[in-house]
């Protein structure tokens, strides 16, 4: 993903990472992959878990 976006001059725009399947993946790997990524938004798609943060986080990036 990363070199599409280099690849395509946007190198320097801002990135939210969504952790999708939060849902099916084991606990302890969603809590390390929020540990190793604290801005990162854990969602469900399926049980809309987490959905209504992603869409807070978006605020906040695109107001900035």
Known sequence: MHGVLYGIGARDRPELLALDKTDVAP??????????????????????????DLRAAIGRALAR
Do not use: M, Q
């Open 27 to 52: 606990a302890e790997r969603v809590a390390a992959l929020c540990a190793a990524h604290p801005t990162a938004v854990p969602v469900s798609a399926v049980t809309g878990e987490g959905v209504e």
